[in-house]
């Protein structure tokens, strides 16, 4: 995919800001925000199943958007729970003055840092299993996860590093005064709609199919613009 356009796609017109706007908002509130977050898995789907899509979607359905949120957040707790436990654990062990106990509790720490590792690198591939087959055992089929992974690493961890760089960017940028709280409300939205964009060229991969270019982005009036004109 082209990088620039890709970038662009989530504020390339008014009616995309104006969706994204909505969604940061909506990212802002406890439980709601299980729908943005079902609106960026489902922008992934579509984009590893239908290609490319023109426009960002218009902002309906939302009782399913909310329900593929919250798969998302079971499955992200799935891949979190061993690492809870052993963080809960260990920091319990830590507080009795006995030497044995505060290294045990030591080492379950230091497991626990091992396993949020691997949760945060296995975690958006289960996802993007989950995606392609809409089945949520997919997600936890960790060995499949973990072959996929080693096997597309290359495109897999450019997209790690892509959204690092963003969330960077975004976050001094949000520093601004004035401005900067736009920026904030925007970012973490923004942010989730790109991984789903890039990690759909993971997915196409994955499928065996063949990676279209993204949309360019155009530069006189939208479809929408044009059947106003009409009418």
Not at 6 to 15: A, E
Not at 40 to 65: K, V
Request: contains cysteine; negative net charge; glycine residues 10%.
């Amino acid at each position: 995919m082209d990088l620039s356009e890709t970038l662009k796609f989530p504020v390339k017109n008014r009616d995309n800001l104006i969706r994204m706007f909505i969604g940061g908002l909506l990212n802002l509130v406890p439980i709601v925000n299980f729908i943005p977050s079902g609106y960026a898995f489902l922008l992934m789907r579509r984009q590893i199943l239908e290609g490319p899509a023109q426009e960002l979607s218009e902002w309906d359905n939302w009782g399913t958007l909310f329900k593929y949120g919250l798969f998302c957040f079971l499955i992200g707790l799935g891949y979190a729970i061993v690492p809870l436990i052993a963080f809960g654990i260990g920091l319990a062990l830590l507080l009795p003055q006995l030497a044995i106990l505060k290294f045990l509790g030591f080492t379950l720490l230091c497991v626990g840092g091992v396993f949020t590792l691997a949760a945060m690198i296995l975690f958006p591939m289960g996802i993007l299993l989950f995606a392609i087959e809409d089945e949520l055992t997919a997600a936890f089929s960790f060995f499949r996860v973990i072959d996929e992974v080693k096997e597309h690493y290359h495109s897999y961890f450019r997209v790690f590093l892509i959204v690092f760089i963003m969330g960077l960017i975004t976050g001094i940028a949000s520093l601004i005064p004035l401005f900067g709280w736009i920026i904030g409300i925007l970012a973490g939205f923004y942010i989730s709609v790109e991984t789903s964009l890039f990690m759909s060229e993971v997915g196409w991969e994955i499928t065996g199919r063949e990676v279209p270019d993204m949309p360019e982005t155009p530069t006189g009036p939208t479809h929408e613009e044009n059947s106003q004109e009409g009418k």
